[in-house]
């Protein structure tokens, strides 16, 4: 089981704040684990529509979506920061 974590409007969307889920074998990288998402609801589908913004921490340390994702405790998914 890999714990998932969502923040800001992705959680919004999503409709939750975690999970644990198991990841089928073919999800490898973060890219990976966004696609296999949306693939689980029309709630996962909205939140990530736009999942070339979505940033993606692996244990804490901000990962670029082809990186691997293997050995994975905790994913947390993260919309565009803004700033003002």
């Given amino acids: 089981m890999t714990k998932l974590v969502y ?11 975690e999970e644990e889920i198991d990841l089928p074998g073919h999800v490898r990288t973060a890219g990976d684990l966004l696609k296999h998402l949306k693939t689980l609801g029309e709630e996962y589908e909205i939140a990530l529509e736009h999942e070339n913004v979505i940033r993606v921490a692996v244990n804490h340390e901000h990962v670029e979506h082809r990186e691997s994702i293997e050995g994975a405790l905790e994913i947390a998914l993260f919309p565009p920061m803004t700033g003002g």
Avoid: K, Q
């Avoid at 923040?7 to 704040?17: N, Q």
């Fill in 7 to 17: 923040f800001a409007w992705v959680r919004e969307r999503i409709g939750r704040d």
